[in-house]
């Protein structure tokens, strides 16, 4: 089978979650149209995490993050020859478009090209974004006026299913998952007796920096407390308590290690699709305490292997709760584990893909929703 998938933000959570998939259907051969992030990681870079055995890359040079009709536009047209060509030369089964952006141009590129068997994963709905409700408001008509173009949405998340629903668009949905056959259960030791907090992710208003630094404030006389943000971003002058160590971008293997050296994840989000860097932490046995919003509320069951909060004196409430009951975060560790290994396996929840990419095609031509969640 030949997948074309389609990604504007060549990096990141999308970029690993289209690894995951070419990685679970190593019989298959991925075609990978991509734009670049520079300011995050090269698409040199990123290429190299993907295996060499079944996946190809084309550039999308005109693709853009922001919204410019005119540049827009080029992209548009970009696209559109590089389907038609691939489906000229018979090299599409089905098209995967990720993200928003790509989401949007990509379904109208395959209704140009003729393409029917087409899937959109948003990996966090563009709608729950936006500073004020009119960007809000003008997200959820861009989402329905490219569903209405065709296409199935699959989220990757039951929250972020809901969200699309409650707005009127069909979708279904297919959690995240990691791979858990190469992470073996192991004790790392600390670097020192302070109690740690890390998060992981890019430095942007989506994960909420600003929300991350007050509740570190809290802390900043206190000592034994440490808050660790593994990544980088373009708001990164937004962490300004001292008690913040960023680490830029590292490796899985490292940023890993410095997951498995803590006490607690946390996550300050605003929306999620699922994220992987919260899978992560569950995997490694860590609780975790996660803003209420789409994506995260999936990931915890309240007392059992974290809490939710809805603002910083929740949050911080929570992290003092911790701290005072330590035998309690074991106990906690140990269903996060649990729940990942039950919900979260990649292994079992990406192998939907290649069911939906076979079955699509038939789904679309008589109008049918497909039925997996």
């Known amino acids: ?15 690993f979650f289209v690894k995951s998939l070419a990685e679970t259907m190593p ?24 295996p060499s055995e079944n996946v190809r890359f ?5 693709a853009n993050r922001s919204i410019n009709p005119i540049k827009d ?22 098209v995967h478009l990720h993200s928003s952006k790509s989401g949007f141009l990509g379904r109208l590129a395959c209704r140009m090209a003729g393409i029917e068997n087409v899937l959109y994963t948003p990996n966090g709905a563009s709608f729950l974004s936006g500073k004020n409700r009119f960007v809000r408001g003008f997200y959820r008509q861009l989402e329905k006026v490219g569903s209405s173009l065709g296409g199935q949405v699959v989220c990757c998340s039951a929250s972020e299913f809901e969200a699309y629903k409650k707005i009127g668009i069909s979708a279904t949905y297919i959690n995240n998952g990691i791979n858990l056959s190469d992470k073996t259960i192991k004790t790392t030791l600390k670097d020192s007796n302070k109690f740690s907090i890390v998060t992981s992710g890019r430095i942007v208003n989506q994960k909420n920096p600003y ?16 808050f660790t943000w593994i990544g980088d971003g373009e708001e990164r002058n937004v962490l300004t308590s ?17 997951i498995e050296r803590s006490d607690l994840y946390i996550s300050t989000s605003q929306y999620e699709g699922l994220s992987f860097a919260v899978l992560e932490a569950l995997s490694h046995k860590k609780p975790v305490l996660l803003s209420n919003c789409v994506g995260n509320t999936d990931v915890v069951k309240q007392g059992r292997n974290g809490d939710l909060f809805d603002n910083k004196d929740e949050a911080i409430s929570k992290i003092l709760k911790y701290y005072n009951n330590a ?8 269903y996060s584990r649990e729940l990942c290994e039950r919900e979260f396996d990649r292994n079992n929840n990406f192998s939907n893909y290649r069911q939906l ?13 497909i039925g997996i969640a």
Request: proline share 2%; net charge neutral.
């Open 242 to 258: 001292p008690n913040i160590k960023i680490t830029g971008w590292q490796n899985e293997e490292k940023a890993r290690e410095l």
């Open 357 to 369: 990419y076979s079955i699509a095609a038939v789904n679309f031509k008589y109008g049918k929703q």
């Open 27 to 50: 019989d298959d051969t991925h075609l990978v149209v991509h734009g670049e992030r520079k300011e995050v990681m090269s698409a040199f870079e990123v290429k190299k995490l993907f």
């Open 58 to 62: 084309v550039r999308w040079k005109s």
């Open 211 to 226: 929300l991350f630094n007050e509740i570190a404030s809290y802390f900043s006389g206190l000592d034994q407390f440490e």
């Open 327 to 334: 035998d309690m975060l074991a106990v906690m560790g140990d």
């Open 73 to 94: 536009l080029m992209a548009l047209r970009e696209l559109h020859t590089i389907l038609r060509r691939f489906k000229e030369k018979n090299m599409v089964d089905a």
């Open 1 to 15: 089978m030949k997948v074309v998938h389609v990604i504007e933000p060549f990096a990141s959570g999308v970029a």
